[in-house]
């Protein structure tokens, strides 16, 4: 049974890089049938996209984020990373990292229990 | 972006109910349509894919339909542990783009 787990700091200065951990478990992060994505929700609010990787290194972000965000994927270690800078208290939200499907329809299953960041001095 | 605008926002409802949730699309997505369900404290889970595709493990009460703009999350008979956030995802353009959720409460 496939798990994802993410892990880093859950507080994080204004202005400092985002570094969050997404280990893959019960499954090949190489495996040629999917991506790998993040995802983040604010305390109350809905569900945002932030970005997706292949196995081979290939990335897709959501364009309002594009210029603070990489995703880089270690498929040694079966994991895959976020790195978000400059960082406001407008991205202290809990993050889900997430298995996307690459059947054309980009569903994402499963999730993470996804990790709470917030953003404050 | 294509926005996703789902209604009603909340609903009250009692166990056995039928209960449907809409989602509208700015634009025409075809049948790139995903819905989740989000118990409080707990990650998204994947109900329907590709509008009316029921996710392997998810009980048959559930069903979506639609396509184009318009679409529909039906519980056929609505039980205790269906009470959630219920979310539709488009999936046909980047950036994937969620509705802002429909909550199920217990009447």
């Known amino acids: 049974q496939l798990q994802l787990q993410e892990s880093g700091p859950g507080l994080v200065k204004p202005s400092e890089t985002l570094s969050l951990t997404c280990t893959v478990s019960?499954?090949?992060?190489?495996?040629?049938?999917?991506?790998w994505g993040w995802i983040r929700q604010p305390p109350g609010k809905g569900l945002e996209w932030i970005g997706s990787i292949y196995y081979s290194g290939s990335t897709y972000y959501n364009p309002s984020l594009k210029s603070r965000v990489t995703i880089s994927v270690d498929t040694s270690k079966n994991q895959f990373s976020l790195k978000l800078s400059s960082v406001t208290a407008a991205d202290t939200a809990v993050y889900y990292c997430?298995?996307?499907?690459?059947?054309?329809?980009?569903?994402?299953?499963?999730w993470g229990q996804g990790t709470l960041v917030t953003v404050s001095s | 972006d294509i926005q996703m605008t789902q209604s009603p926002s909340s609903l009250s409802a009692a166990v056995g109910d039928r209960v449907t949730i809409t989602c509208r699309a700015s634009?025409?997505?075809?049948?790139?349509l995903n819905w989740y369900q989000q118990k409080p404290g707990k990650a998204p889970k994947l109900l329907i894919y590709?509008?009316?595709s029921l996710q392997s493990g998810v009980p048959s009460r559930f069903s979506g339909s639609g396509s184009g703009t318009d679409f529909t999350l039906t519980i056929s008979s609505l039980q205790p542990e269906d009470f959630a956030t219920y979310y539709c995802q488009q999936s046909y353009s980047i950036p994937w783009t969620f509705g802002q959720g429909t909550k199920v409460e217990i009447k």
């Open positions: 019960g499954g090949a992060i190489s495996s040629s049938s999917y991506y």
């Open positions: 634009q025409s997505i075809s049948s790139y």
């Open positions: 590709a509008a009316s």
């Open positions: 997430a298995r996307r499907g690459r059947d054309g329809y980009n569903w994402f299953d499963p």
